[in-house]
Nanobody
């Protein structure tokens, strides 16, 4: 079955960097758009970034543009989110998601806390 497992979250100071990973299995990873979505404490879901299957097309939310980079390694079935210049407002649980056969699949999320 489809599985998405995020990792790489943690506590980081403002201005710092983190790289999140999402290990995918159970579907043809290289042919699917993948997404990063986050949820800050007490707030709704916020879309962060998208990448197409081949890695040639990316989209970013304005709030992260220029600071975050989405990438993927199709040989490893892994999606990444490189986060630089982190701000306290980036504190959230980060999820990777995809739509497989018209159904949404989500990982369990990884917590990112930006605080001094």
């Amino acid at each position: 079955q489809v599985q998405l497992v995020e990792s790489g979250g943690g506590l980081v100071q403002p201005g710092g960097s983190l790289t999140l990973s999402c290990a995918a299995s159970g579907f043809a990873f290289s042919t699917y758009f993948m997404h990063w979505v986050r949820q800050a404490p007490g707030k709704g879901l916020e879309w962060v970034a998208d990448m197409n299957g081949g890695g040639s097309i990316t989209y970013y939310a304005d709030s992260v543009k220029g600071r975050f980079t989405i990438s993927r390694d199709n040989a490893k079935n892994t999606l990444y989110l490189q986060m630089n210049s982190l701000k306290p407002d980036d504190t959230a649980v980060y999820f990777c998601t995809t739509n497989w056969r018209l159904l949404p699949y989500w990982g369990q999320g990884t917590q990112v806390t930006v605080s001094s």
